[in-house]
């Protein structure tokens, strides 16, 4: 499958996580759509595809995946499936699952630094 072109929601989401305070990330899906006003039907569902759109611009500029600030409320504070099946199926995660969480945490830790660079100074 082709990356779609980027969306007006998926410019969003991006300036959200870039600008969010460190103390507020990871953030969840519900938070995120809360942050972006979004209002139902399928909600997390527009979320999920906005982060999907910016994990296959990360990979095709060699970035971190930003989509790693977003995670599910369930779980280990790790994102939902959808982003690992897409970091294997782009190449930047191991295909074997047991490995996906050590991977998730590399991703986490490399994208920090990445948004910071990006922010206003002062700004929050």
Known sequence: MRAEPHT???????KVL????????????????EALGL???RTIQRIAHALETLMREDAEQGQPFIAALVVSR????????GFFDLAVELGRFPADP???AAAYREEFRQVMPSIH????LGGG
Do not use: F
């Open 8 to 14: 007006p929601l998926a410019g969003q989401v991006r």
């Open 18 to 33: 870039e600008t969010a305070p460190e103390a507020m990330l990871p953030m969840t899906y519900q938070q995120l759509a």
């Open 39 to 41: 209002k139902p039907p």
């Open 74 to 81: 369930r779980g280990e504070g790790l994102p939902a499936q």
């Open 98 to 100: 047991e490995q996906h």
């Open 117 to 120: 660079h990006t922010r206003p």
